[in-house]
């Protein structure tokens, strides 16, 4: 499984990477840290999901989502953002997010990855 998580957070990356990569030997996990280095990952390669921030420095995780499923609908994108009102959750979903948890929900995006 191919997974690209997009975080501007290292200590975040570094967390989910670790505790996806021991439950999982065969995930393959790609970092990005802003908008720009998501897209040039997505074009360059095959991901079977994707775990986005909405808050990112140089843009708006959810454009990039838009922008992904309507390049590849069949992608799993996660929203996985510090921001989880109502109103972000609901505007993710009607845009095709798969699912969208709280930053605090780490287990819980953990075990629907693993």
Known sequence: MNVLIVDDSDLLQDRLKKSLSELNKNINISLASNCQEAMDMFTLHIYDKIILDISLPDGSGIQLLRLFKKTKPDI???????????????????????????????????????
């Open 76 to 114: 799993d994108v996660i929203m996985f953002t510090n921001y989880p009102s109502a109103e972000f959750k609901k505007n993710c979903m009607e845009l095709g997010a798969d699912h969208f948890f709280n930053k605090t929900e780490m287990a819980s995006l953990i075990k629907i990855i693993s």
